[in-house]
């Protein structure tokens, strides 16, 4: 199955997206129903134990550049998500572990492989940021092999649901960018200690140079 579109992020710009992309934090907050969403050092993970992990963890969203440049996504490293998402008549839980493949701004893909009791997927994707009138245009595109019960429900279950999920994400995204920008906004006035350069850029550009290549600088 192939899947495609294009999302457009008002008021905000490449650079913008790029970082709030480049956050598995950020990232696990948006996507619908996802669980969790942490590294892990080979395909082969142990779900059973990252589940007792994290149980009960709060994974925090910030504006700290140095903190989210730790913690960016990496070009090469693997990355597991619990998600449960509601397809036709059921709800699967996909343990599912995504391999970021390439990584250089603007443009990014990743596949990966998931499971849930009677079905699995194995999927490649890839997005690309470019600027837009009035904000950011996101082209996606993504293919998937899917078997099991969900397969048998077909393209045409399948890909409503797809398609909602891009755009609950996205929209997602968006919100939290806002959310980080305004609390950029008021911190920079309570400290009066924003300059320039500080307000003009904010968040983003202070981060963008840690996360906006490769694997080095992922």
């Known amino acids: 199955m ?21 956050d598995p934090v950020l990232i696990e907050q948006s996507l619908p129903g996802c669980q969790f969403l942490v590294e892990v050092e080979d395909t082969d993970a142990d779900f059973d134990a990252l589940r007792e992990e994290t149980e009960g963890r709060e994974a925090e969203l910030t504006g700290d550049p140095d903190v989210i440049a730790g913690r960016a996504f990496e070009e090469g490293k693997h990355y597991a998500a619990l998600m449960q998402i509601s397809v036709g008549p059921v709800n699967p839980t996909f343990e599912t572990v995504v391999t970021i493949d390439d990584r250089d701004y603007p443009a990014m893909s990743a596949s990966g492989e998931g499971s849930s009791g009677d079905s699995s997927f194995e999927m490649s994707s890839g997005m690309t940021l470019a600027e837009a009138d009035d904000g950011v245009e996101v082209e996606w595109e993504t293919e998937a092999d899917v078997f099991g019960r969900v397969a048998q429900m077909g393209q045409r279950v ?23 920008a305004l609390a950029d906004d008021e911190e920079a006035e309570s400290t009066d200690a924003a300059t320039d350069d500080d307000s003009s850029g904010g968040l983003v550009d202070r981060v963008l140079g840690r996360t906006s290549g490769g694997s080095g600088d992922a």
């Open 2 to 22: 192939q899947f495609s579109g294009t999302f457009e992020l008002s008021d905000t710009t490449v650079e913008e997206v790029w970082l709030a992309l480049s």
């Open 158 to 180: 399948v890909n409503p649901v797809a398609n909602r999920v891009v755009k609950r994400f996205f929209s997602s995204v968006e919100e939290r960018l806002d959310d980080l």
